[in-house]
Each structure stands twice: as structure tokens, then as C-alpha cells.
Nanobody, 127 residues
Framework: QVQPVESGGGSVQSGGSLTLSCTGSGFFAGEYLMGWFRQAPGKEREGVASIGAYEYERTTYAEFAKGRFTISRDNARNTIDLRMESLQPEDTATYYC???????????????????WGQGTQVTVAS
């Protein structure tokens, strides 16, 4: 089945760090626009970070993620990783990985640009 598969969620104390991984199941993530989104209870899904296709590795981040989160690609593992540092309780959410269009090098935070979504992984930050 062609689908992004997330892993690495969990619980952490405020100020702590987590790394989420997204594996391209049935496809090579390096050839696609890829993004991380999150949705907290009672809130709309929002873009967190995105990385464009191929070696250009252009990235973009939501304002709340700048300076704390880093999106990266590991072609050997076929993963898109999201390193999250200085986590705060407001970062608590279900985090989703999504696949956009083939060969799109410009990163995008709009959910409308993505057509394949993972099941999500829970991140809980305790105060």
C-alpha cells in the first residue's frame, strides 16, 4: 500500500525533544514533496514543516516551528524526519506525515497540496 507511515511519537516533559520519522511505504520519499502536519483536540490541522523533492531539499516551516523543529530527508532509510526541540505543552497533538506531488521541489504547508496521509502519531508534552 502506498502510504506514509509515521513513528517516533510519545510523551515528553516540557523542554524536551523528540524525533518523528516518516517512512515511504510503497514509494521513494526522496522523489516527492513531503510534509508534516499536526492536529490538536478541537483545533484544525495545521502545517508544521515541508521539504521539497530531490537533492535541493528546500524547506519551509510554520512560524511556531522555526528555530525549534528541523525537517530532513534520509534517502538511505527512505524517511522524512522531524526533529523537535524545546517542546512545550501547546505542541501536544497528533502529528501526520503527508505526501505531495511527484518531483515538486518547492515546499508547501497547505494541506491541499498533499494527497497521501499517514495514520498519525501522538505527541504529548507534559508541563
Amino acid at each position: 500500500q502506498v502510504q506514509p507511515v509515521e513513528s517516533g511519537g510519545g510523551s515528553v516533559q516540557s523542554g524536551g525533544s523528540l524525533t518523528l520519522s516518516c517512512t515511504g511505504s510503497g514509494f521513494f520519499a526522496g522523489e516527492y514533496l513531503m510534509g508534516w502536519f499536526r492536529q490538536a483536540p478541537g483545533k484544525e490541522r495545521e502545517g508544521v514543516a515541508s521539504i521539497g523533492a530531490y537533492e535541493y531539499e528546500r524547506t519551509t516551516y510554520a512560524e511556531f516551528a522555526k528555530g525549534r523543529f528541523t525537517i530532513s530527508r534520509d534517502n538511505a532509510r527512505n524517511t522524512i524526519d522531524l526533529r523537535m526541540e524545546s517542546l512545550q505543552p501547546e505542541d501536544t497533538a497528533t502529528y501526520y506525515c503527508a505526501r505531495g506531488s511527484y518531483a515538486t521541489i518547492t515546499p508547501q504547508l497547505s494541506a491541499a497540496s498533499y494527497t497521501r496521509w499517514g495514520q498519525g502519531t501522538q505527541v504529548t508534552v507534559a508541563s
